[in-house]
């Protein structure tokens, strides 16, 4: 039987006393800042914490900032976060710029260690929300792996690492943990973003008339939208009786020859392809599980999302 399909104004946050979100700053976080100022008062956390190293980049919309404060902590070292958090969503990476290097792995490590001995301080439940990386599903050989990419290996073998300490925390206490593993996305918010193709096309498109495609035009991705992932990500949160990997993303295809083309193509602009090499590698999710369990859809279809997203830079 198909599940009804929840708006999330549907969806009553009036319960949760104290939500704490770290990676605030970064392209998810965001857009779940937006989504939040997108419902209504009665249905908004009793407070929300903003966790960051140095404040948060952006405002927070008007209607938030009276139930919000933001605590500069460096989530890298033991947490000495004072707050009765009933509920968290961790989106903490440290790893924006370089999100490959050996660093960036080690500070995801630190900070899902230093999250998990924090939240087992608590004498009441929590119940969680982590995000991992849609790169550990469906991953080759894990010695192959390592032996062409050392430092994709560590990302990927880092956010694993958290997943099974999370996984083990939610086992042996009464916390409940929902683990999702994120995708690729589309929508206004990500053109902030430079170090993904969809934003860098549609940049290159707009300024120089050309998108070079350095990598295999042949890969395949998919793009949710971020207001869909927003919605995905707070329906998780109050739903503590999900055990399994959520995938968050979207189950349509879209290789990065077909991305290229679709922009070139909104945008009176050409393509060069420096490559045509095969085969590829598919960045996929199986979300039916994830959209069944949280009673979801993908909603903006991706093409509709570029061109929204071309004429929100054309404005900029």
Wanted: aromatic share 6%; charged share 25%.
């Amino acid at each position: 039987m198909k599940p009804e399909i929840l708006n999330l104004k549907a969806v009553d946050l009036s319960k949760v006393k104290s939500l704490l979100i770290t990676g605030a700053n970064g392209f998810v976080g965001q857009a779940i800042v937006q989504k939040l100022a997108s419902i209504s008062d009665t249905q908004l956390p009793q407070e929300i914490v903003f966790v960051t190293r140095n404040g948060l980049d952006e405002e927070l919309p008007k209607k938030l900032s009276s139930i919000s404060r933001v605590v500069c902590h460096d989530l890298t070292k033991p947490w000495q976060i004072k707050c009765e958090s009933t509920h968290v969503i961790n989106l903490a990476a440290d790893g924006s710029r370089a999100p490959y290097s050996k660093e960036s792995s080690d500070s995801f490590r630190e900070i899902g260690r230093n999250l998990i001995s924090w939240i087992k301080k608590f004498d009441h439940e929590v119940q969680l929300f982590h995000a991992s990386s849609g790169a550990c599903f469906n991953i080759p050989d894990s010695k192959s792996l390592q032996f062409a990419n050392p430092n994709k290996f560590s990302f990927i073998q880092s956010r694993l690492q958290v997943e099974d300490e999370l996984e083990k925390l939610s086992e042996k206490s009464d916390h409940k943990v929902s683990i999702a593993r994120l995708f690729t996305f589309s929508g206004n918010l990500i053109l902030k973003k430079n170090q993904y193709a969809i934003t860098d096309f549609i940049k290159s498109a707009l300024t120089k008339k050309l998108i070079i495609v350095t990598g295999n035009p042949h890969s395949i991705r998919s793009y949710l939208h971020e207001d869909s992932m927003a919605t995905w990500v707070l329906r998780a949160l109050v739903n503590p009786g999900i055990t399994d990997l959520l995938q968050i993303g979207s189950n349509e295809p879209v290789s990065i020859k077909q991305l290229a083309e679709f922009i070139a193509d909104q945008t009176a602009a050409d393509v060069d392809f420096a490559s045509e090499s095969v085969p590829a590698d598919i960045y996929l999710p199986r979300n039916q599980d994830t959209i069944s369990a949280l009673g979801v859809e993908e909603g903006i279809p991706w093409k509709t999302a570029i061109q929204n997203m071309i004429q929100a830079e054309r404005k900029n």
